[in-house]
């Protein structure tokens, strides 16, 4: 892979919550992205379909979260990620976003990545929390086997026991080897799962501390689900990182980026 003059970073809010949303995180992401020489991904899941409890906050109707999405596209500028669940879903929500994203527990959902590859569009795979580094060579075949070479590859913590994930930073530098940028979702590796109340919570102060280490140990781009009040966020509203705080950690990130790739 070609040296990048700076990470990349996947933002957004969690889910599609409403059109004021999307333009306020778009906006001030856009702005600070360019400040700083950073590309962007606009990313917000226009369903959240592994939501723990029946009754959990999924989205708006699906068709008209993504027309929010592809709104942001054409006001902003920017490229933008969603997740998809089912094979189905792929050729419909590829006509209006730019990538993507399987979610991790469907890592290794064969149809799943085939329908997301036959799209020409960019596909973001999250590693399973339950997958060694290596086994995400195999994921990275199956899209690539469509003849899609635009894949990346997302690091998001691997269960430690019941309710905590951990970040093995060398699994970084493993799966860079298969040839593929490698991003570390620095949210939803701070999170909580499986709390007995149905809501997964999560360690929002450690968010810079993922994001950091992961720059220092080669990784390619920084993902980050940020929202103007992550405490009234309909979802993840334990992991998502103030949207006031996004500069200070980018600015951060570039110091250190620089400095793990100086001579």
Known sequence: MKQASSFFLIAGPCVVESARLLDTVASHAKEVCSRLGIPLVFKASYDKANRTRVDSFRGLERQKALELLAAVRARHGVPVLTDVHESADCPTAAAYVDWLQIPSFLSRQTDLLLAAGRTGKGVNIKKGQFLAPEAMRFALEKVRGTGNHQVWITERGTTFGYHDLVVDMTGIPRMRAFGAPVVVDCTHSVQKPNQSGGVTGGDRELIGTI?????????????????????????????????????????????????????
Not at 218 to 235: K, N, Q, S, T, Y
């Open 211 to 263: 994001a950091l280490a992961a720059l220092a140990a080669g990784a390619d781009g920084l993902f980050l689900e940020v929202h103007p009040e992550p405490a009234r966020a309909a979802c993840d509203a334990d992991s998502q990182l103030p949207l006031a705080e996004l500069e200070p950690l980018l600015r951060k990130g570039l110091r250190v980026w620089n400095a793990a790739r100086s001579e």
